[in-house]
């Protein structure tokens, strides 16, 4: 079954821990990015790769990390969490080639993280 | 700074109704406008998109309606149904790599 997956589904910590939130998807996409969702600010791109070892800033990088080293996973990092990182966070793919490719092709979203960090 | 500008916030309609969400933008280097549809617990879903030099685009019961000059997109949705009831995001792109969001609307279509 095509799908992107992430883990873990939900994750309670505490201020200044290293999370790191993995991100897969078996359909051999080139495309992959990470979106925050906010109550009242929609969803909001954090970083995005366009392939593996290429990676780019989104509208909100600042306090994340990234990396693209093989096709298939794009985990998201944080190295030093704080609070005003509690938030939905999704993870997508999309294939290029098809229409204009990467995120102006139909993406498919990962079912969500649910971060609290305390 | 939200760069989409979406609204209302929220808005009910009987079956059948059209619900009509409005999306706003300034940077004229936005090529690329989808919409997304969401279900509770999930992840969102390209509903339909358009590009600028479309003025109306139409899937199904679903419509986005397109002024460049006044820089704003909409999207009607038709003869409404309880199973649209989800949260409904407009998008803008520039390129193909970078995507930013409104804000969000929550339509509930009553029986």
């Known amino acids: 079954e095509a799908q992107v997956t992430q883990n873990p589904r939900y994750l309670i910590t505490v201020t200044g821990k290293k999370l790191t939130v993995t991100c897969s998807q078996n359909?051999?996409?080139?495309?992959m990015s990470w979106y925050r969702q906010d109550p009242g600010l929609g969803l909001r791109q954090i970083y995005y790769?366009?392939?593996?070892?290429?990676?780019d800033k989104g509208d909100v990088p600042e306090g994340y990390k990234v990396s693209r080293k093989e096709k298939r996973n794009f985990p998201l990092i944080l190295e030093s969490p704080s609070p005003n990182q509690t938030s939905l966070y999704f993870c997508?793919?999309?294939?290029?080639?098809?229409?204009?490719?990467?995120?102006?092709?139909?993406?498919?979203f990962g079912p969500g993280t649910r971060l609290t960090v305390l | 700074q939200q760069q989409v500008k979406q609204s209302p916030q929220s808005l009910i309609v009987q079956k059948g109704g059209i619900p009509i969400i409005n999306c706003a933008y300034e940077?004229?280097?936005?090529?690329?406008f989808p919409w997304y549809q969401q279900f509770p617990g999930k992840g969102p879903a390209l509903l339909i998109a358009?590009?600028?030099?479309?003025s109306e685009k139409k899937e199904g019961r679903f419509t986005i309606s397109f002024n460049k000059s006044a820089k704003q997109f909409s999207l009607h949705i038709m003869d409404s149904q309880p199973g649209d009831s989800a949260t409904y995001f407009c998008?803008?792109?520039?390129?193909?790599?970078?995507?930013?969001f409104g804000a969000g609307t929550t339509v509930t279509v009553r029986a």
């Open positions: 997508a793919s999309s294939p290029a080639g098809t229409g204009f490719g990467g995120a102006t092709d139909t993406q498919y």
């Open positions: 998008a803008a792109s520039i390129g193909r790599y970078k995507l930013s």
């Open positions: 358009i590009r600028p030099d479309v």
């Open positions: 790769s366009m392939n593996v070892e290429v990676t």
């Open positions: 359909m051999n996409h080139e495309y």
């Open positions: 940077n004229t280097a936005f090529d690329y």
